[in-house]
């Protein structure tokens, strides 16, 4: 009885694995009843942790948009400046997924923090146009391994279905908080006391989390001294990512087929179209404010994080949303191609209606809308990360990331080219922008599978069988 039950298994087809993978799950994917004290406590620690993170990202064009006024820099070096962080940032990512893999996410994201910390306590040190290029570069370098080291503990502590999606949802609100603190907070700074106090807050801030992190968090259950037993064995069981002495037997270093399938690339496309999106505004959006809409330096701090707020209120809104078309029995995928496909149209008209504003008001609110309207890829792309990756999202989501800062390195200066060529003015920014979210989302709905990929079994475990 027990061989035909075995040999029932084995030849059930993907869909059917899938239907028994979401019965499964769905028993300890209630949102918060089912919470366990160490899921609370890693969710809890990445949410700070993304807070300090973004909090650095999004205080940088504050401060480097008053050097730039104080220095009497050019547009050029300006621009120099805003890219470097990426250009530290990007080349690293191409090996940092592979990293985390190999040291553990817990070791990972403490030298996010830490380099953090030192680099932003370096940039009044290093006053000068190279040093403060070379500090941006150094912090951009240990920060490369933030997305592939989230990634995987997401993995490994969220299970499939509601809990993963409430999960994503409190970490989001890190990086929202971070971005809302770090646009409006440093403004506030600039303007009351000088650019060198935001650094130093932020070196106070990420150092107090980066000891904090290193105290309590754990790359997997299997190595909590919070969680039980039976909550160890659970989380194992549950979630997609394994510690390595499990996962390293069924998969290689570096997933070569995987990363060149269409869902991975569906994946990555959407990624880089979303940053591309994302950075443009974050890093061109003061110098706009500046010099198209006449906004005082001191300022613009105030109407770029009140455009930030609106995050801070949708994001479990988007979790909700997500967990209730998941109960109404919508396959997770296409919940995954609708969340991005919604937040690619909402992209494209924010950044034309952005493009038009000819008030701080209008501006503030376009851009608001933007982001609360982006914020629907964490149930789109950015979920599907785990789902067409598997164990290997670490790698995988190391390699997009790499691909998707790309953009980083050269948007200042590629909007200052075409800004040249329109006779200095704005519209060919914002309309590329809408171009490649309309590519985007005809190559995403196109790649992207109808069920999440199964995993492929070893030769060696096939002549077990």
């Keep these: 009885m027990a061989e035909g039950k075995s040999a029932d298994a084995k030849r059930r087809s993907p869909h059917e694995h899938v239907a028994a993978s979401n ?3 769905s028993a300890a994917d209630k949102p918060f009843p089912n919470w366990t004290s160490a899921q609370a406590l890693m969710t809890a620690l990445l949410l700070f942790a993304s807070m300090a993170v973004y909090f650095y990202r999004k205080s940088n064009p504050m401060i480097l948009q008053l050097i730039k006024v104080q220095w009497n820099l050019t547009n050029a070096q300006h621009a120099s400046l805003l890219s470097a962080f990426y250009w530290g940032y990007t080349p690293v990512q191409i090996l940092s997924g592979a990293v985390v893999q190999h040291i553990g996410a817990k070791t990972s994201i403490t030298v996010v923090l830490v ?13 000068s146009f190279n040093g403060l290029w070379f500090a941006l570069v150094l912090v951009g370098m240990c920060q490369s391994a933030w997305v592939p080291a989230k990634t995987q503990l997401q993995g490994a502590w969220l299970p499939r279905g509601e809990q993963r999606a409430f999960g994503r949802a409190l970490i989001s609100y890190g990086s929202h908080a971070g971005q809302l603190l770090g646009t409006w907070f440093a403004g506030v700074l600039v303007a009351w006391l000088s650019w060198p106090s935001v650094p130093w807050v932020v070196a106070t801030m990420t150092g107090v989390c980066a000891m904090s992190w290193q105290v309590c968090a754990s790359s997997y259950p299997e190595d909590s001294w919070v969680a039980s037993r039976e909550e160890k064995s659970r989380l194992k069981r549950m979630c997609v990512a394994k510690a390595p002495a499990v996962a390293s037997a069924t998969r290689p270093l570096i997933p070569w087929k995987l990363l060149c399938s269409k869902p991975v690339a569906a994946v990555f496309v959407m990624h880089v179209t979303s940053n591309w999106s994302g950075y443009t505004l974050t890093m061109l959006g003061p110098m706009y404010f500046r010099e198209v809409l006449q906004v005082p330096v001191g300022q613009v701090g105030f109407w770029l994080g009140l455009s930030q707020a609106g995050p801070l209120f949708s994001g479990l809104a988007v979790a909700a949303l997500e967990s209730f078309v998941l109960r109404r029995g919508w396959p997770v995928m296409r919940v995954r191609l609708l969340f991005s496909l ?3 149209a909402s992209a494209a008209t924010t950044t034309l209606l952005f493009g038009l504003s000819t008030t701080a008001w209008q501006a503030c609110l376009c851009n608001g809308l933007f982001v609360i309207l982006v914020g629907l890829h964490s149930s789109g792309y950015s979920a599907a990360y785990i789902d067409v990756a598997g164990s290997s999202s670490a790698v995988v989501s190391g390699v997009g990331n790499t691909l998707a800062n790309c953009p980083g390195m050269f948007i200042p200066q590629l909007a200052l080219a075409m800004r040249g060529l329109a ?9 590329l922008i809408a171009a490649l979210n309309c590519a985007a989302a005809l190559l995403y709905a196109s790649w992207l599978p109808h069920t999440p990929p199964q995993p492929a079994v070893s030769s060696a475990k096939v002549k077990r069988e």
């Design 115 to 127: 380099g953090t910390a030192v680099g932003a306590a370096l940039l009044p040190v290093w006053a």
């Design 23 to 25: 019965k499964l799950n």
């Design 342 to 344: 919604m937040a690619c």
């Design 423 to 431: 006779g200095g003015a704005w519209w060919p920014v914002w309309l």
